[in-house]
């Protein structure tokens, strides 16, 4: 079926420490991959991005890995943060539409001053 | 431009009753979403729209109806509200000219009792 696993499910780390997110999906059709940040209380919003066509996306302490031959992409902070604390999503595509986004269940992420 | 907006913000329902979510965006966007976000589940969408006209099943569709009145708006149904109802309903839209982004609404908190 079509599905979205992301791990770890909880996240600690101490200011100034990088922090990895995992995620793998079901279906190899997919090409798209965004992530989604909720801070308490709000709207989740988009972070990153990136497309099957590329490998790795940077964007200042954010990057994105996409591995299209195992199914999973995963999502790396770097010297973080404590406004990096948030539960993060990661999501694809199904079906080969852009219109059906399925989220990962969500990673919370502590940073520790 | 206030992007998503969806009514109400809060509702709280007696097991049996009916009621409609309503959403609209002004960003001109083909692509709408209904997601609910439950803890530790993430995001699962319930139906999708690709355009005006046409609407898809997703995740979790059974107890939901929708309606896409127009390019605008996009409305959720629950025709006979269970407790299982509960959660937090986001109206979402999206468009390849916005780069596939997908733009939340702040949210629904729909209780039903």
């Known amino acids: 079926g079509e599905n979205v696993e992301q791990h770890p499910s909880t996240l600690s780390v101490q200011e100034g420490d990088s922090a990895v997110i995992k995620c793998t999906y079901s279906d190899s059709a997919s090409n798209y991959f965004p992530w989604y940040k909720q801070e308490l209380g709000k709207r989740p919003q988009l972070i990153i991005d990136?497309?099957?066509?590329?490998g790795e996306k940077k964007d200042q302490r954010i990057a994105v890995t996409l591995n299209k031959t195992a199914k999973h992409f995963s999502l790396h902070i770097t010297e973080t943060q404590p406004e990096d604390s948030a539960v993060y999503f990661c999501a694809a595509n199904f079906e080969t539409s852009y219109d059906k986004v399925i989220f990962g269940p969500g990673t919370s992420l502590s940073v520790i001053p | 431009n206030a992007g998503v907006t969806q009514t109400p913000k809060f509702q709280v329902l007696k097991t049996g009753q009916s009621m409609t979510l309503q959403c609209a965006q002004d960003m001109n966007h083909n692509s709408m979403y209904w997601y609910r976000q439950d803890p530790g589940m993430g995001l699962r969408l319930i139906y999708y729209s690709a355009s005006e006209g046409t609407t898809d099943k997703g995740e979790v569709p059974n107890g939901y109806n929708v309606s896409r009145l127009n390019k605008r708006e996009f409305s959720l149904r629950l025709e006979s509200a269970a407790p299982s109802q509960t959660s937090v309903y986001f109206c979402?839209?999206?468009?390849?000219?916005?780069?596939?982004?997908?733009?939340f609404g702040e949210g629904s908190w729909l209780t039903v009792v």
């Open positions: 990136i497309r099957s066509n590329v």
């Open positions: 979402a839209s999206s468009d390849s000219s916005s780069g596939n982004t997908i733009y």
